[in-house]
């Protein structure tokens, strides 16, 4: 008569990885039993996928939703963040409802039930209010109990306006080293999680505001840079930077958009927000704070802090700045700084036709511009190839999931167009004093390339 369920996953999660659910109920022996899951949107009623399953040998049903999860999820195409963009695409929150189907006999109708009690209608149990999933992964021996281990990148011990306790967290939704090289005209964007998960005013994951400190060559700070993360900023929850976690309620503001964050860090992001860096600048740091009290940053405690240094073109050459969806669902962003070398490829089609054109009226035509082989499709092709600096090891082992992902764009100006890598080179030096051991030569192509010659 009624479902109850056994294992749900944590949240936040990671939708391509394995969402297990496992349920039992009371009436499992009922004739012709089966188990019934709605995926919805939370607060909807309408139902994405509804999946149905029969008992397995001991009586329960099990269910992994993270295949079906990633149909509903897309990425944020928000490199160009002038301060903060919230999430509509790449996180959001859903529910999974449980019930349970089953007839009178082996040959009478099913009846739906809700699965909270003997009562009819669509399945109403449910583990919580919202399971909150963003469109990354994760790998099978990373896991913790089938679940994203999402302590490495968000706590829940931290209380807002905490009187100023320091602490120094890297929390940052990316696998890259915390120093990067990047030049002017160059977008650079990071995620991270923002508020909690539970809907509590007395624990939160605050991400308040940024600063960004610019420095020259001889390491003498030169400009600084801040901005709250409020909704006129392009963030959220709050409204207004005076506001509170706890006391003014902004908790319950959180939505799935204002849960995942992404900051506008590159130079040309904070040219777009009016901060364009001063000429001299030799590198930054950029630092995400939470809150102290009531419209005061705590300068104390931070929950990322990644350097950016000045890279000038090599050799002359400007280089190809990719941007590709990391693990966690988010953008990173490298640039191969020297030679770049471009070839095209043509794919041509063509059938033969006879000198004689038998098909034409009488007399025949006789012509020496009649074409035996007929060439009617060419389909040019281009493919670059990128070539990077002498890289750390921990370079290049974050530069793998550049070559893993299935979504990379390249910045060409203040565009960005899509790409697909399609192999990769590595040279690496057997010189054990140097600490840049590894070089890349990367291999792609535009997604969209010129039309076809007809």
């Known amino acids: 008569m009624a479902i109850t369920i056994r294992q749900s996953p944590t949240q936040p999660n990671m939708a391509n990885n394995n969402l297990v659910y496992a349920v039992t109920s009371n009436s499992s022996s009922a004739p012709q039993y089966q188990f019934v899951a709605d995926l919805t ?10 999946i149905k399953q029969q008992p397995n040998p001991n009586n329960a049903g099990v269910f992994d939703l993270g295949s079906i999860i990633t149909n509903f999820l897309e990425s944020d195409n928000n490199w160009k963040t002038a301060v903060f963009a919230t999430s ?25 039930y809700t699965g909270v009690a003997a009562v009819s209608g669509s399945p109403a149990v449910t583990a919580s209010s919202y399971f909150y999933v963003i469109n990354g992964l994760v790998d099978p021996n990373d896991k913790v109990d089938w679940n994203w281990p999402s302590g490495s ?26 120093s990067q090289s990047i030049q002017d005209g160059e977008y650079a964007t990071i995620s991270i999680l923002n508020g909690n998960f539970t809907n509590s005013d007395t624990t939160a994951q605050d991400i308040y505001y940024y600063e960004v400190n ?24 709050r409204t207004n930077n005076t506001q509170e976690w706890d006391a003014s309620g902004v908790y319950n503001g959180q939505t799935a958009g204002t849960q995942l964050l992404t900051v506008g860090v590159g130079p040309a992001n904070l040219a777009a927000a009016g901060n364009s860096l001063t000429s001299s600048w030799a590198y930054y740091d950029v630092i995400l704070r939470p809150q ?12 990322a802090k990644i350097r950016f240094t000045k890279q ?42 006879t000198f004689v054109p038998f098909s034409s009226d009488y007399p025949v035509p006789y012509s ?20 990077s600096n002498w890289l750390t090891q921990d370079e290049a082992d ?30 690496e030096k057997t010189n054990p004093r140097t600490q840049r051991n590894f070089q890349y030569a990367i291999q792609f192509q535009v997604a969209n390339q010129i039309n076809p010659r007809i």
Do not use: M
């Not at 996180?91 to 999974?96: C, T």
């Not at 306790?165 to 929390?171: D, E, L, M, P």
């Not at 793998?400 to 040279?427: C, H, K, W």
């Open 41 to 50: 949107y939370s607060g909807s009623a309408t139902v994405l996928q509804r």
């Open 88 to 112: 509509s695409a790449a996180s959001k929150r859903f529910q999974v409802k449980f019930g349970e189907q089953y007839g009178t006999s082996a040959s009478s109708s099913v009846t739906l």
């Open 153 to 178: 990148y968000l706590t829940s011990s931290v209380t807002p306006t905490g009187g100023g306790a320091g602490f120094s967290r890297q929390y940052a939704l990316t696998n890259a080293p915390l």
């Open 214 to 237: 610019v420095y020259n060559s001889a390491g003498t700070n030169i400009q600084n840079i801040s901005k709250f993360n409020i909704a006129s900023n392009g963030g959220g929850p």
């Open 292 to 303: 102290e009290s009531a419209g005061i940053e705590d300068n104390t405690a931070y929950y």
């Open 312 to 353: 000038g073109a090599q050799c002359g050459y400007d280089g190809v700045r990719f941007a590709w969806k990391n693990e966690f669902g988010v953008w990173d962003y490298y640039t191969f700084t020297l030679q770049t070398d471009k070839a095209f490829s043509i794919e041509r089609a063509s059938y033969e036709q």
């Open 368 to 387: 020496k511009e009649r074409r035996g082989t007929v060439n009617y499709y060419n389909q040019p092709i281009q493919t670059q190839v990128a070539n």
């Open 398 to 427: 974050w530069l793998r999931e550049l070559f893993f992902s299935a979504n990379v764009f390249y910045q060409d100006g203040i565009n960005f167009y899509p790409a697909v890598i399609t192999s990769v080179d590595l040279t």
